[in-house]
């Protein structure tokens, strides 16, 4: 639960992420997590930490993208994740009922 020394951190990449300044690291939970919204792992970390971080790795892809993000509170981290659900990763499983085009499921 985020605090205001804290802010949750959306992460919607199947493993998480972790993310480095210097010797700290934090742990960001994935949409392997036990709780996931709208496809994103929550977790809440430092707001400093992110404050440097986001700043430091501005042109992130995955922050530009809106595949990682932060929010003040849990409620509205719960709210973007759920907004932004339909956000696609490219690393989604593949349906398997139609594969390529020109090929036959055996």
Not at 24 to 48: M, Q
Request: hydrophobic content about 40%.
């Amino acid at each position: 639960m985020a605090t205001p020394s804290t802010v949750t951190i959306g992460c919607k990449l199947p493993n998480g992420l972790v993310l480095s300044l210097g010797e700290t690291r934090h742990e960001l939970a994935g949409t392997r997590a036990s709780a996931v919204i709208g496809g994103y792992g929550l977790t809440p970390i430092p707001a400093d930490f992110w404050a440097a971080w986001s700043r430091k790795y501005a042109e992130f892809p995955l922050l530009k993208n809106g595949l990682i993000f932060a929010q003040s509170t849990l409620d509205k981290a719960t709210g973007q994740a759920r907004e932004q659900a339909a956000l696609r990763t490219g690393v989604e499983p593949l349906n398997p009922a139609p594969p390529a085009p020109g090929i036959t499921p055996v």
